[in-house]
């Protein structure tokens, strides 16, 4: 069984720091790209960042300079952390991967990724 779990959210105060993790199981994940999504109450689903096998990055405008993903392609992990976050921040967070040759939407994409995760909140209060 294909599985994506994300953990690592919380409350913080605006300015502060959140390390997001995210554990792949059920097959290889190393070729995929992996992506962050997020969604705020009442709004749709966006792109946060994603990262290919390869390691290249690409970030939404509004995270530029204040998070940064990572992968350990031997832990079938991706982390993302998050630095002077700010109260617009606040959503639940989706990990999500792309697998390699994947032709469907594009890595900034909802409809480019088949597997997700259940979310992890994450909360910025003033």
């Known amino acids: 069984q294909v599985q994506l779990v994300e953990s690592g959210g919380g409350l913080v105060q605006a300015g502060g720091s959140l390390r997001l993790s995210c554990a792949a199981s059920?097959?290889?994940?190393?070729?995929?790209?992996m992506g962050w999504f997020r969604q705020a109450l009442g709004k749709e689903r966006d792109f946060v960042v994603a990262?290919?096998?390869?390691?290249?990055?690409n970030y939404a405008n509004s995270v530029k300079g204040r998070f940064t993903i990572s992968r350990d392609n031997a832990k079938n992990a991706v982390y993302l952390q998050m630095n002077s976050l700010k109260p617009e921040d606040t959503a639940v967070y989706y990990c999500?991967?792309?697998?390699?040759?994947?032709?469907?939407?594009?890595?900034?994409?909802?409809?480019?990724?088949?597997?997700w995760g259940q979310g992890t909140q994450v909360a910025v209060s003033e």
């Open positions: 990262i290919t096998c390869s390691g290249n990055t």
């Open positions: 059920g097959r290889t994940f190393s070729t995929d790209t």
């Open positions: 999500a991967a792309r697998p390699r040759f994947t032709v469907r939407g594009s890595l900034i994409t909802e409809e480019g990724y088949d597997y």
